[in-house]
């Protein structure tokens, strides 16, 4: 497996100083190079929970097991080095440095694991039809460009687990059925496991796999 996520709790204090319930996960799998779509209402946790699968964000209970590490068990610092290691991450708002060109933002993602492969990092981004525009800024490039020096920069340290969070959300109608080829073709390319989330049915349908929150996410037990 690449992923396992057993007996999942993650709450938020709300400003009176209630508990807000978000995650009951008590069983969730994804296997090693499978490619799965999660849906769900919009604020129902699903950033939350690529966040606590990421090590972003600790959950209050539980196990997350990636890759056969159990990364709830980590300290902070080991869990900043496994995830940079191990797991990519497309996220909403790209999080490309402005002041960098497109190779640039790609080997600078690769430095936090001190996997620095300047050809690769190239050939990442030939791949994603960025081969003319390696030392253009994020500001020279159109969001579809931008999103696809992401999904690069996510494959660079060839991560055992991607994590995608409504990778189309940013683009036009014209760009999202490219940007969704690309990130599953590519991992598909590198065994990468994939998870996705998204609010688009019409994305959701692509996938063999797709999961809806609700059904295996039990906040309102806690309650």
């Known amino acids: 497996m690449s992923l396992k996520l057993r007996n999942i709790q993650k709450d938020y ?3 009176g100083g209630g508990i807000l319930p978000v995650l009951r996960i008590a069983d969730f799998q994804l296997a090693q190079g499978e490619q799965a779509a ?8 699903k950033s939350t929970l690529l966040n606590v699968i990421a090590g972003i964000t600790e959950a209050d209970a539980g196990q997350v097991i990636v890759d056969n590490v159990d990364v709830s068990r980590l300290p902070e610092p080991a869990r900043d ?18 002041a960098f060109t497109a190779l640039e933002n790609v080997l600078l993602g690769m430095s936090f694991s001190n996997k620095a492969d300047p050809p690769f990092a190239r050939r990442l981004l030939e791949q994603v039809g960025l081969d003319k525009r390696l ?29 995608a969070d409504e990778p189309t959300a940013s683009v036009d109608l014209a760009h999202q059925q490219n940007i969704l080829s690309l990130i599953r073709s590519t991992c598909e390319e590198f065994q990468v496991s994939l998870l996705l989330v998204t609010h688009s049915q019409e994305v959701a349908a692509q996938f063999a796999r797709v999961e809806r929150l609700a059904d295996f996410n039990r906040p309102e037990a806690a309650q």
């Open 81 to 98: 080095r496994f995830r940079a290691e191990r797991i990519g991450i497309v996220f909403q708002t790209f999080n490309l440095l402005p």
């Open 135 to 163: 030392q253009h800024r994020p500001s020279q490039l159109s969001v579809g460009e931008q999103q696809r020096v992401a999904v690069a920069r996510a494959l660079a340290n060839r991560p055992r687990l991607m994590l």
């Open 38 to 45: 999660l849906v769900g209402a919009s604020g129902g946790g």
């Open 13 to 15: 204090r709300e400003p």
